[in-house]
């Protein structure tokens, strides 16, 4: 008699642990710098070799159709972290008049401190967090990741071409951080993936026994591509393909510490780009996508995105859902126990369902909106793909059916027009909320981005220094 009711409380103990457990699995976020959408092996590659990131596809679900929200570096990220279209966070122009679309080495912009960002939301659940790569947040104080909801940061807080090299001899050199320390002025380009890697494997072994949250955005593919042997000499695609392989290698070093700590069922992984390749010779690939980095056409903006969650998500599927990077915010959010009303107004949706391979789920977005700068260009719903533009007063529409066209090569405007005006008007409720600046139209439910005054570079250019500048000091950038 009276070993019944404590087996069933072992019972019901046991599931409740098992469902807190389920509620707050790790998540690791693998953020690529400028990989296109067909640079992974996974994605159509037939010159990139990618086993690990193929393998992470085969055992989760990879999608077809997720977008960054900005073509470039720095407002994408801000989406990450915030789950807006850049513009709502004013983080689409910097500097001078805001003419810059990235932020550069002492500019005074940086995330707003009311803004709640994701790896606060997760800390606020207990998560241990650590960032490590590059950041392009902001590099003064105030905008580091440690001010932004990260335990710890260890990396290079902007773009790798963002550095003493041949053309500017004399910039700041390129910063190493360890949390808001400089700890290295100009580091050894192609060692940082291993080092970054290090610093991952042991963020894992510390904190495996708690959630944790880290947040790995590697310096590569951007240019300038210093990368490290053995990656070189087995490229079939030049210094890009071996940067590829680098970043390969790193993911396969963390899933292999994931299953080694015994913790690989319960960690999300996920695997995205920021923005598509340039594409210009240089060996990346948005196949089958029209349009490069910078660019509103697909292959600017449409990037390789794998979801990782055995058990919970579907190995082997695939996804034709629209979604996008301002999705992980309130999904991962809504998963830990954040009540997405209580957050700040943002644009992404929980697409867990998408994610757990729900029968009939479906993308939560009607449209999605491409911007260059605070400039609304083009929009998409489910089927068609709208490009409006103005210049010197003349307007420019293009129309494409991105089911059956999907590298925007047939333009169909002329025997649709209902559809074009129907997209057009979403466009201009869209210009209400968030501007225009083309248009001169301010928008309604912008946030300001934070402003410090009298900002600088966190490092200075010192002729007596001596400065690693090898031989094979690259003159690459962008
Ligand atoms: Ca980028």
Redesign the pocket.
């Known amino acids: 008699m009276s070993g019944t009711p404590l087996i069933a409380l072992t019972l019901l103990f046991g599931v409740s642990l098992a469902s807190a457990r389920a509620d707050h699995p790790n998540i690791v976020l693998i953020y690529i710098?400028?990989m296109g959408y067909g640079d992974l092996a996974c994605y159509g590659s037939e010159v990139n070799d990618t086993p690990h990131v193929d393998r992470l596809a085969a055992e989760g679900m990879r999608f077809t159709d997720f977008y960054s929200s900005s073509p470039?570096?720095t407002p994408?990220r801000a989406s990450l972290m915030t789950g807006c279209y850049p513009g709502r966070v004013s983080f689409d122009g910097f500097g001078p008049e805001g003419r810059s679309w990235v932020l550069f080495p002492g500019f005074a912009e940086g995330l707003h401190p009311d803004e709640r960002t994701l790896p606060e939301l997760l800390k606020e659940k207990g998560y241990a967090t650590a960032h490590i790569g590059k950041w392009h947040l902001g590099d003064q104080p105030e905008h580091l990741p440690t001010r932004h909801g990260f335990d710890s940061y260890y990396g290079v807080p902007y773009?790798n071409d963002m550095a003493i090299m041949p053309r500017r001899p004399k910039s700041p050199p390129m910063p190493l951080l360890r949390n808001e320390r400089v700890i290295q002025e100009q580091p050894t380009q192609a060692a940082l993936i291993e080092r970054y890697t290090v610093e991952a494997v042991e963020f894992i072994q510390q904190k495996h026994d708690q959630p944790f949250f880290l947040y790995f955005a590697h310096l590569h593919v951007?240019l300038p591509h210093y990368v490290m042997e053995p990656f070189t000499s087995a490229s079939r695609n030049e210094r890009y393909g071996a940067a590829v392989a680098a970043i390969d290698w790193s993911t396969g070093v963390i899933l292999a510490e994931l299953r080694r700590a015994g913790i690989e069922d319960n960690t999300i992984v996920i695997f995205t780009s920021?923005?598509g390749s340039r594409q210009r010779g240089e060996g990346g690939s948005n196949a089958p996508l029209r349009g490069l980095?910078g660019q509103i056409f697909e292959g600017g903006m449409r990037v390789p995105c794998i979801v990782r969650w055995p058990g919970v998500v579907p190995a082997g599927s695939v996804s034709s859902e629209l979604t996008s990077v301002m999705d992980f915010y309130p999904t991962l959010a809504a998963l830990v126990g954040h009540d997405l009303a209580s957050l700040p107004k943002h644009d992404g949706a929980d697409v867990m369902p998408i994610w757990q391979g729900q029968e009939g789920a479906r993308s939560p977005h009607e449209h999605f909106f491409y911007y260059i700068r605070n400039e609304l260009q083009a929009v998409r719903d489910h089927r068609w793909k709208l490009h409006h533009q103005v210049k010197a007063g003349e307007e420019s529409v293009q129309l494409y059916d991105l089911v059956d066209d999907v590298s925007e090569s047939n333009c169909i405007a002329e025997q649709h027009p209902e559809v074009v005006q129907r997209l057009k008007a979403a466009m201009d409720e869209m210009r209400v909320q968030l501007g225009d600046s083309r248009l001169g139209i301010e928008g309604n439910e912008r946030r300001p981005c934070a402003v410090v005054k009298e900002p600088k570079p966190l490092t200075e250019f010192d002729p007596d220094y001596p400065y690693i500048e090898p031989s094979y000091l690259l003159n690459e950038a962008g």
């Open positions: 710098d400028d470039v570096c994408a773009s951007h920021d923005n980095k």
